[in-house]
């Protein structure tokens, strides 16, 4: 996960598309401080536990975003969602041995670094 602020990458056709004519915050993700964000959702791959995807969500004066950052800082996709979304679903679980396993690794990412 991130430790401090990132240079994202925006490129994706898929990201263009869903922020293309909406005010999208857009400048706010050329370096992306997590500390402004609210961590959502950690995607991992089930057999090693390391990491797929984050999404991260900001309130905005008109509107609550969502940012999902992937593969090598960059972003996936980002979208308007409402305020009351929460990221819960089948398959989302917040704790036992996957939740374990994705927080080891992920310390061993930080230290690593």
């Not at 602020?5 to 056709?13: A, E």
């Not at 900001?58 to 308007?80: C, E, I, K, M, N």
Request: neutral net charge; without cysteine.
């Amino acid at each position: 996960m991130f430790t401090g602020p990132r240079q994202l990458r925006l490129h994706g056709s898929h990201l263009r598309e869903r922020a293309g004519g909406r005010d999208a915050p857009l400048d706010d993700l050329k370096t992306f401080e997590p500390d402004a964000w609210e961590l959502m959702l950690i995607e991992a791959r089930t057999d090693t536990g390391r990491f797929v995807s984050t999404t991260w969500r900001r309130s905005y004066p008109d509107a609550d975003w969502w940012v999902v950052v992937g593969f090598r800082d960059t972003v996936r996709t980002l979208y308007q969602a409402s305020p009351g979304k929460s990221g819960r679903g089948d398959g989302i679980v917040i704790g036992g041995p996957l939740w374990d396993l994705a927080n080891e690794v992920n310390a061993k990412l930080i230290t690593d670094g």
